[in-house]
C-alpha cells in the first residue's frame, strides 16, 4: 500500500494526460476516461495543488458517472492521504466499503490512514507538550528574574 501512496508521475506522463484532457476541453465534452485519466495523473503528482485539482476531478466523475463511484472512491482517499488529509481519505475508504466490504487493498488503506491519523495525532500532542514546556520555561526565568 505504500507503493501507491508514494507512486509519483513523471512529467512527461503528466504533460501527455494534461494535453489531451485539454484538447478533448476545447473541443467538446471531455470522456470520462480521459477525465479519470488525468485526476488520477494529477493525484500522482508531487505538487499538492495538482492533486487537489485531481481531486476536484474526481468528485465531479462521482457525481456525474455512477458506475464509476467505487474507483472515484478509492482514488479520492488515495489522494486525500497523499495530502494528509486523513479523515476525508478515512471517509472515502469507509464509503468503497459499504459498496465492496471485503476488499483487502481497501482495508489495508483504510488502517493505513488510521495509523497514519495516530502517528499525527501524536506528533500534535508531542509538539503542544513541547510547546507548553517552552512556555512555562520562559515564564519561570520571567519570575525568576522578577525575584531578583
Given amino acids: 500500500m505504500e507503493e ?3 507512486d509519483s508521475i513523471i512529467t512527461s506522463e ?13 473541443n467538446g465534452p471531455v470522456t470520462t476516461t480521459t477525465q479519470f485519466e488525468y485526476a488520477w495523473c494529477m ?12 481531486l476536484v476531478l474526481l468528485e465531479d466523475l462521482y ?8 474507483d472515484y472512491l478509492y482514488y479520492m482517499a488515495i489522494g486525500h492521504t497523499r495530502l494528509k488529509d486523513y479523515s ?3 471517509k472515502h475508504a469507509q464509503a468503497f466499503l459499504e459498496i465492496e466490504p471485503n476488499n483487502q487493498q481497501v482495508i489495508a488503506l483504510e488502517e ?3 495509523k497514519r491519523m495516530d502517528i499525527e495525532g501524536l506528533k500534535g ?3 503542544a507538550t513541547g510547546a507548553a514546556l ?15
Fill in 4 to 6: 501507491i501512496l508514494n
Fill in 14 to 26: 503528466l504533460e501527455k494526460f494534461e494535453k489531451k484532457y485539454n484538447e478533448e476541453m476545447q
Fill in 43 to 54: 493525484v500522482r503528482s508531487d505538487l499538492a495543488s495538482d492533486m487537489k485539482t485531481g
Fill in 63 to 70: 457525481v456525474k458517472h455512477p458506475e464509476g463511484r467505487r
Fill in 88 to 90: 476525508e481519505a478515512l
Fill in 112 to 114: 493505513l490512514i488510521k
Fill in 125 to 127: 500532542v508531542a509538539k
Fill in 134 to 148: 517552552v512556555v512555562g520555561g520562559i515564564l519561570g526565568l520571567g519570575f525568576a528574574m522578577l525575584k531578583k
